[in-house]
Each structure stands twice: as structure tokens, then as C-alpha cells.
């Protein structure tokens, strides 16, 4: 396939370069001689990669041509195939269908929702830091970034959130161990699944009134989901909700530390943190690799590319397109047409998307208040391995000057 | 002015709530934005050119007098 691709590279999203030379792989891939927004890449048995923003732009809203539909055994989705038995819901399906089971929990992933929220973010985000303000340090991609959203993803579906650890663990294995070790990460796919059945199960007699209620009570083209489509819903809701908000906040505090002029701005303008964060979000944002499937033959962007063919959708490379955004490379806080696509364009635009924000601006806001002298510790920062899905820090270590908690322990 | 939001083309980002909040509300279970009726009137021409440079789908349609 694709032995007629004009622009082929040789670029594994999963491998450690992505990782960490970020930047340089992403700039490599946009400033090739040829100017091509897009390429064939003979890695993992090849797949197209596009990270031109008018390329991307074009293709996510053809989704008739571009489908995210994942067809297991013969053409799973993902680069490489993904392991998972039945699509994930409602990202892994298209049209109508798709739309129908948005439509299921749009009650919640609203804009209104999330700002209804805000209080409970807020004192989440104030409970945690309190938890490790006083001692002057801090893993905070642990103990803050990884904790906050787990626990506000456990709250809305109703879910014991004191367990966010054990769901987290299993959420991270499926999304960063996948690729290099795959029996572990289907040994936690597993666990995490039984787990969900268990929740299904202790509703079956009382719906209550949370997200996952709302799921098992809500009909679909005329019938209430089954339990693998509420299995494979509540699952992309946890993946969704888990492990992205974290690695924005994480990726964006790895900037800021090592930029004083920025750090400095961001203090200064700190009432201003929900369109500062829009920033982060197209620069720092936890990227990935998003994934189409072509349906039919077709001339794009001055590639002929063939039913079959997998594509990764380079979102996070798009948001440093010189010919959408300005000196891409640089941070500025007060950068205006910035139509970055962190959350997707189009018909799957992220679902989360309104109460990632909420929490990312919480997030940054606690920090810049409460700790805004904090110091980076380089050698205990760990990234998760694999960030060909999402491009996150697993350990951000960080020392401060104590300060005082908001709530006697 | 005249000011809308194209609904086939807005995927419900509502970056316009977050840039001109007195300009736009949102459709819940149409995942999507409208103008606030009379808000043409009452909401500065700038307010909702800004909101229509920061919309990532290219839904604010503007047609300038």
C-alpha cells in the first residue's frame, strides 16, 4: 500500500524520540523540504500521518471519507491495531449512530454542567494541595494533575472516587503500556472491565441520579444499552477523563519552569486563566495520536491515498502549523486566532472538553496562587513510556516554600 | 451586523461563551451555539468578531453592513 506516497518518512509515534525530543520530531515532520502537510510512514506496517492544520481541518470533517470506525479482526483501529474486542463508544463509530449516543450524555458534557461543577473542582483542588502544602514539596502529577480529574471523572459517574488510584492504574496500563507490553496492559483492561461490570451490576435494581444512571437509563434508537455498550461507554469516559487533563497540566508546568518571563505572566494575569489556558492547549497540549481509516480511493492534499490505509491525525502538530499560528514555537499568553485543535474538530469533537477546561484552569489558578515559586526536579520528572496516545508525565517532582492549607487537617 | 452561528458547522466547542458570554448561549442536547437573541444590539460588533477569530470550526458567520 501507498508505493505511490511522495513524501515518506520513517516516524514511530510511539517510539522514545516523540517522546523526548518532542519538539524537535514535531518540526522535523512540519518543515519538510517538500512543505508537505502530510506523509507515508513505513513504521508499524505503514499509515499515513498528516499534521498540516488545513489538511487535518479538511480531513475530520469528511468523516465519510476519513472513518474512525474500528473493525476488529481485520482492521482494528489505531496504529497499531488497538487490542480491545468491540468499539469504544461513541469515539470508535461514526454518523448518526455516533451522534445518537452523544446524545445520551449531553446532560452532562455540556458547557452549563461544567461550570456547575466549578465549586466542586475547586474544593478538590484546594483538599489536595492542602494535603502537601505544608511540607514544601510535591509530586504533583501525582498527587494534584492525575488526582483531581480521576476524582471528578469517579463523582459524576457515581463511582467510590476514594478509589481513583486502583481506576487509574488500569486506565494509564491501557493507554501507555498497549504498544510495549501488551499482555500487561489486557491483564488491566481486564481488571478494569470487571470492575465496571460490577457498578452495571450494582444498578440494575436502583438507577440513581449520576452519569452512569443516566447511561443505563437512557435509550438508544429505542432501547437501553446493553452491557458491552455501557461497558465500552464508561470505558472512553474514564480514558477520556483520566489521563488528559493530567497531561496538559503536567506538560504545561514543564514549560513554565523553565521560563521566567512566562512564569512571571502568567502571575500577573492570573484572572485572565481561561483564556491563558487556550495556549497551553495548543502548545503543551497531551497531543496523540488520533486515528482515521480511509474508506475509499482518494486524491488529498497532493496524496493519492487508498481505501484501507490507516492515518494517524496529528492534532498536537497541526497546533504548530506555521500557516495557521504565527511563530508557532513561541508561548504567548495573549495569542488571538488560536483555533488550535487540541480537543478535535468536527463530529467527535471532544465530549470532555468543557470540564477539562474548568479543571486545567483550576488547576493552573491553585498552583500560580498557592505554590507559584515552585522548582521543577528535573531528574525525578518521568514520562509515561509510550506517548504515542497521549503525551503525559507520569512523575513531576517539585520543591516550594510551604505554605499554609485552607482547611485544618 | 448580522450574526450567526452556521449549525451544521458548530461542533459545540463554545470558545464564543468563553469570549463573549453576553453573546452566545448554548443548545445542551444540540451540543451546539446560537446568538443570544437581541445580543446584535446590545453586545459590541468587536465582542463577536473576536469571538469569531477564536471559533475553531469557523460557525460565527458575520456579514458586516
Known sequence: MAADAKHVIDFDHHGPMLRDHNTEQLKELMYNDAGCPM?????HNGHWAIWGYDALYDAVQDA???SSTHLPPECPKGVPGALYPDPLIPIDIDGQEQQDYRKVVLNWFNPGHARSLEPRIQQICDDLIDD??????ADLAYQLFTALPAIVTLEMLGWESHRWREWVGWVHSFIHDATHDPELAMQNTMLMYGSINNEIARRRDELGDDLFSDMMRTPVAGKVLDDDELRNFATLVLLGGMDTTSGVTGNSVLLIDQDDELRRQIIDNIDQMPKIIEEFLRYAGPGGGLYRRVTKDVEFHGEQMHEGEKVLM??????????AFPDPEKIDIFRTQNRHMAFGLGP????GSHHARRMFATLMTGIFTRIPDFEVDWDGVERFEDCGSVYAVRHLPVTFTPGPRLTPA | MKVWVDPEKCRGHALCLTYAEDAF???DLEDRSVVIEGAVDSVAPDVFRAAA?????RAIIIEED
Open chain 1, 39 to 43: 506523509g507515508w510512514s513505513t513504521a
Open chain 1, 64 to 66: 465519510e471519507t476519513f
Open chain 1, 132 to 137: 502537601f502544602i505544608e511540607s514544601g514539596e
Open chain 1, 314 to 323: 496529528m492534532f498536537w502538530a497541526a497546533n504548530r502549523d506555521p500557516k
Open chain 1, 348 to 351: 467527535h469533537r471532544c465530549l
Open chain 2, 25 to 27: 448561549e448554548f443548545i
Open chain 2, 53 to 57: 477569530n477564536e471559533c475553531p470550526e
